[in-house]
């Protein structure tokens, strides 16, 4: 565990503490002050803008501008497209809809402020000085709605008098009480309310940004950046008694040419302290806290900044190392000789001597095309041999030979630094008319692994920005303005899992779509595959499913797994979720006429049924009726043999 001496405990009483931070700061700038020098001359080369440059007694190559400039088209140049993703991939609805809505939000914001002039700026600060940094900011617009209603209840105190309480049991006088459809009440001071919120990246000054001195980024304690602010701004931010006590310590950049600078601004530094989880603002050279606030935010990783851009990295110190000074010789080799190639060239031009007694061939030089110039005894310029043996010119062959080889010594430095660097002929667009489409692929490709660790460097940059702004979306907007800005519905079970940062991180994935290299193109490409990939699924799948062989559940499973790798096909995931198995369909014509005759066959079978039931009952009827009158034809036969047996 670290020890800490008596100087490294914060005091508790403010005047101390002031003085406590102020000088944290100031030794973390001293140690930082020879790279910020360095950083300020760097610059300068870079602009190469001085006054005095037009008379300069050498010429210089800007390669240092060339290099910058290329390598900040090679690492970004699109502004980058937020994903937000479930962690797994797997069929969870709800984290389907929070990836939604975060990603919607994270879109709106982006284009609501120019997102890549911050970005580039931030690039173009680790070219150049080595460190490149942004922060994230949030802006809540406090508006005051209609006065707040305020119901009261009238309680007698006297004949004809009463007093006016509200449900708080605040008193209030007779002449603040009105009285409407909805009984009595009072109107009290206008609500203030959200109206608008706002989440943005902001760029910092690489001399405004100044960091704890440690060995890497995990290691420190605390950051600290720069404000400078005129007096009026003090007056306006703090107001007229505090802002005259703060002293104006800075002298503005454009002020550096003059010998008499004016310190116009002050240095008002915002501390974020980690240990403490507290931003706290002090003045350079004052003796107050001037404001300290608990942890407004509330990140995971508590900065409001992602890990600053670095050139060039070292795990021993968080001193950035400009790039420059990887091949500063080189450069100052090349200046050397593009200084000699200035000479050469101003050196090389036709001069010459001449016959004295011939003035006119000091005319020749200045002749126009086609001009003859007369002379006086032309017959003595051709007695001497004409013009060859009157005049000579100075040679120009060693110049001309020391140029070539100047020129070619150039062109060597020049490749070395763009080995150094890692910017290859192919991100020139230099390649040979005769490669094939093949070949230059190839090339092209081996061009950019050159680049793939600082692409990923910057699309971790990128990353992080993105979670930070997700984070704080859903940390600091209402639900209501979720809902404006994304056009989606927003369930109290969606809030309660994306403010919460542990659920959150559970279900869904917040990164960017390759930040360098989405465009168009590659969109349609992804939607194209998907496509195709899903009709040729469904062929195959098709015939399996009607067969019995594949149960269509088990099919559409197997479709929504393929689905969900495809970056563009989320929008139709819920769509291909609501995918019912098809109803039985009804018959065909053919059984229809089948049914049809098989239902004629059992008519006619069931009418001979019903005719031979028919005349099975006949036939029982008659011999029932045959057997009636057998019978009583018997009991008439009993009857008359009895008669005469009586008679």
């Not at 200045?366 to 006086?376: E, H, I, L, T």
């Not at 062109?411 to 991100?427: A, F, K, N, P």
């Not at 490709?445 to 920005?465: A, C, K, P, Y």
Request: charged content about 30%; proline content about 4%.
């Amino acid at each position: 565990m670290a020890q800490y001496n008596k100087e490294d405990l914060e005091p508790k009483q403010d005047k101390d503490r002031a003085a406590f931070w102020n000088n944290k700061v100031t030794d973390a700038r001293d140690f930082e002050e020879t790279w910020r020098d360095r950083s300020q001359a760097l610059v300068e080369r870079y602009r190469d803008d001085s006054l005095d440059r037009q008379e300069r007694p050498f010429h210089t190559q800007n390669i240092f501008y060339s290099n910058v400039d290329t390598l900040k088209s090679a690492l970004y140049f699109k502004t980058p497209k937020p994903k937000v993703t479930r962690r797994f991939n797997d069929g969870d609805p709800l984290g389907r809809q929070i990836a939604r809505v975060i990603e919607r939000g994270l879109q709106y914001q982006l284009d609501m402020y120019n997102f890549d002039s911050t970005m580039r700026k931030a690039i173009e600060d680790m070219l150049i000085v080595g460190r490149g940094t942004v922060r994230m900011r949030y802006e809540p617009v406090i508006i005051e709605s209609e006065p707040q209603r305020i119901e009261v209840e009238a309680q007698p105190i006297g004949e004809n008098t009463f007093r006016f309480i509200s449900k708080s049991g605040e008193e209030f006088e007779t002449g603040q009480v009105k009285q409407d459809t909805q009984g009595l009440h009072v109107l009290g001071p206008p609500e203030e309310v959200v109206g608008e919120q706002s989440i943005y990246c902001e760029y910092v000054h690489w001399s405004d940004f100044v960091i704890e001195p440690n060995r890497n980024w995990d290691d420190v304690n605390w950051i600290a950046f720069r404000h400078l602010m005129t007096r009026q701004q003090l007056i306006d931010y703090y107001g007229d008694a505090k802002a005259n006590k703060i002293p104006l310590t800075y002298s503005p950049d454009y002020q550096s040419n003059n010998k008499n600078r004016n310190v116009d601004r002050a240095e008002i530094y915002e501390i974020w302290d980690k240990s403490t989880s507290k931003q706290i603002f002090i003045a350079a050279s004052h003796d107050e806290i001037l404001e300290e606030n608990d942890d407004p935010y509330n990140l995971m990783n508590f900065w409001p900044c992602p890990e600053p851009l670095y050139g060039i990295t070292t795990t021993s110190t968080t001193i950035p190392v400009p790039e420059f000074f990887i091949y500063e010789d080189q450069v100052s080799e090349l200046d050397l000789i593009t200084a000699r190639i200035g000479v050469l060239t101003e050196a090389l031009k036709r001069r010459g001597v001449y016959d004295a007694s011939f003035q006119e061939l000091n005319r020749l030089s200045d002749a126009a095309d086609n001009q003859f110039v007369p002379v006086d005894n032309m017959a003595m310029l051709n007695a001497g041999g004409g013009l060859t043996n009157v005049m000579q010119e100075a040679p120009l062959d060693n110049i001309i030979k020391a140029l070539q080889q100047l020129y070619q010594s150039r062109q060597v430095i020049v490749q070395t630094i763009y080995e150094i660097v890692g910017i290859s002929d192919l991100m020139r667009g230099q390649t040979a008319s005769r490669e094939t489409a093949t070949a230059q692929r190839i090339k092209g490709q081996f061009g950019s692994l050159r680049l793939v660790n600082r692409q990923r460097e910057i699309e971790r940059f990128i990353d992080q920005i993105m979670e930070m702004k997700g984070e704080m979306l859903v940390e600091n907007l209402e639900p209501e303005v979720l809902q404006k800005i994304t056009g989606l519905q927003v369930t109290p079970e969606m809030v309660a899992v994306i403010q919460d940062d542990r659920l959150r991180c559970f279900r869904v994935r917040i990164d960017t779509d390759e930040s360098g290299a989405i465009d168009q193109a590659v969109d349609q490409k992804q939607r194209t595959e998907f496509l195709t990939a899903t009709v040729q699924f469904m062929q195959a799948l098709g015939p399996l499913v009607q067969s019995g062989s594949i149960g269509f559940e088990q099919g559409k499973q197997m479709l929504l797994f393929a689905a969900r790798a495809f970056p563009g096909a989320r929008e139709l995931e819920e769509s291909l979720e609501a995918i019912e198995a098809p109803q039985p369909a009804g018959p065909s014509p053919t059984d229809k006429l089948v049914e049809v005759e098989a239902a004629k066959v059992q008519a006619q079978t069931e009418q001979a049924s019903a005719d031979a039931q028919v005349k099975i009952a006949r036939l029982q009827l008659d011999k029932q009726k045959a057997d009636t009158d057998e019978r009583l034809k018997q009991e008439k036969l009993e009857i008359e043999k009895a008669k005469l047996v009586a008679g």
